[in-house]
């Protein structure tokens, strides 16, 4: 039978019917209306899971959000999309406009799980996923287990430390992986530098010198730009460094790199994959691959619904 | 029934007659003989294991060695202690003497093993083990499965790269945990700053400049000596920005130290408890205890033993 993913955006609900075999079957989307209220977004999820469900009947419904998530109770404690929510009952809510089991889990852990179940790491036992967006989500499957930890909180790679005096982080560090190659932590860089370099490409690409988000930064690499070239190989250098780092912790076959900023695809991954090198001893040389994505737009549905799979197969 | 652990070492063959509740029930302890050749040290670790075993009988013998070990094969590909040995098949030649199964496991997995069965991590389904030695070992339980990654070669958490322009070492890379927070590495940055502080307490332990040993640095230490609080403050603060990174990794609830350099007792893990929280977010405060290995000298025959039945069991 079906499943339904729903991908929880601050502006956009996705929804998609799945199917564990083929995938993503239908999909539909609606505004998330955030500023109607927490009420109204429950409508609009439920709304939403009723018009691609259609005549079909599905098993359960997954619910990705950025965030943190309490998986077990159903619970969003916080999450930067919904700044007025705080210990939402989110699962609760849906199930009283629709008679089904729903499971809530954070975004990056369902992106993990959607490669995993979908994805280019589909039947890996060893495998790490990060997610190069605003932030940085990642997850991890070491010896075919899904790692949570102790408290279900591990696999944050984003907030270790890379650059132990780097900027500060939200999470109260410095130089934690996500204060230094987050898609905003690049576009904010690119700002700062770009009034040394008038003439670059990418405030003709962004329109204006407070527009330069890291998209501009990419496509302005991709043409040679100089700044550009000095933002992007810093951004490459501490990647390569973390990931370097995650290849001694775990020997997985393969890194995949989801995310806004893995759209970037070879100006990225080229250089990545590279530097990486320096940062692997040789023994590890040749037993793993760092790859992009390929579910892209349909991640976060796949994600959704690939975390209430794995919630009703494990838990 | 039994087990026979045997810790193989450069000069002191360390064999424990183990029972899996009680721990180690008997133990002998033989010179290895490196300089009589390999089939003199086979004969001495099977005189040995014959010795502690006695009038009892037991199931299997696991060995712990330093090196690069391949456990399946029951092959020491290589070994700092013994530089003549190359792909020797172990097992198959202690067999030819002692009639069971020998099961062979590198020193640092053993330790993490022995700690899961034996020591403070006893039932522990989330911890992390370091032996801080003349090299860096570790091993990684996560989620209750010892991890090894795709190729049986995860958890080398000592070559890490925690100080980008740091030294060189062995590895090939710069600056990983080893070659920055190792007991040599401590010796050896002690020796190099010792002729600036003539007065230093280190040298007047050791007895001579060249001799001072990461021991001595520690000894000092307690005595408030400043060169010694130095350099123990360059290696507490790696280390700590290390753990930092397991701890988001793989929520522990434990990292357990082992290894010559932990003898230094709370000299070395009240500044590490303390400094480790600057690297670690908010959310991870209070999840995790950092401790002090309390298998010592026991160590060695006990995580020998513990691979022996975590291959039994498992494989």
Redesign the interface.
Same mark, same amino acid.
């Given at each position: 039978m079906y499943i339904v993913g729903v991908d929880l955006g601050g502006t956009e609900i996705k929804v998609g019917l799945v199917d564990r075999e083929k995938g993503i079957v239908r999909k539909v989307s609606r505004a998330t209306e955030v500023d109607k209220g927490p009420d109204k977004i429950v409508e609009n999820i439920a709304l939403a899971i009723k018009e691609v469900a259609g005549d079909d009947d599905f098993e359960y419904v997954g619910i990705g959000s950025p965030g943190?998530i309490d998986r077990k109770k159903g619970i969003v404690r916080f999450s930067p999309n919904f700044p007025d929510w705080r210990d939402f009952h989110l699962t609760e809510k849906v199930s009283e406009l629709i008679d089904k089991e729903i499971i809530v889990e954070n975004d990056a852990n369902a992106f993990t799980l959607g490669e995993w179940y979908f994805g280019k790491a589909k039947g890996s036992?060893?495998f790490i996923a990060l997610t190069l967006g605003t932030g940085i989500g990642s997850g991890?499957v070491? #010896? %075919?287990?899904?790692?949570?930890?102790? #408290? %279900?909180?591990?696999?944050?790679?984003g907030?270790?430390?890379i650059v132990?005096e780097g900027p500060m982080c939200g999470?109260?560090?410095r130089g934690?992986l996500e204060s230094v190659a987050s898609a905003k932590f690049v576009g904010l860089h690119a700002r700062e530098l770009a009034p040394r370099y008038p003439e670059s490409l990418m405030i003709k690409f962004a329109g204006d010198i407070n527009k330069i988000e890291s998209k501009h930064v990419f496509k302005a690499c991709e043409e040679n730009d100089e700044l550009a070239k000095i933002v992007v190989n810093e951004t490459v250098e501490v990647l390569a460094?973390a990931i370097?780092?995650y290849v001694?912790?775990?020997?997985?076959?393969m890194i995949i790199i989801g995310g806004g900023m893995s759209k970037a695809g070879e100006t990225l991954f080229k250089p990545l994959r590279e530097r990486t090198k320096?940062?692997?001893?040789?023994?590890?040389r040749g037993?793993?691959r760092i790859e992009q994505s390929d579910l892209v737009e349909n991640a976060g549905i796949l994600g959704a619904a690939s975390a209430a799979i794995f919630s009703k197969g494990v838990e």
């Open positions: 943190s036992q060893n991890v070491a #010896n %075919g287990t899904f790692i949570t930890g102790n #408290n %279900g909180i591990g696999a944050e790679l907030h270790i430390v132990p999470c109260g560090s934690c460094r370097g780092g001694h912790m775990f020997n997985p076959e320096k940062y692997v001893m040789v023994s590890f037993t793993y």
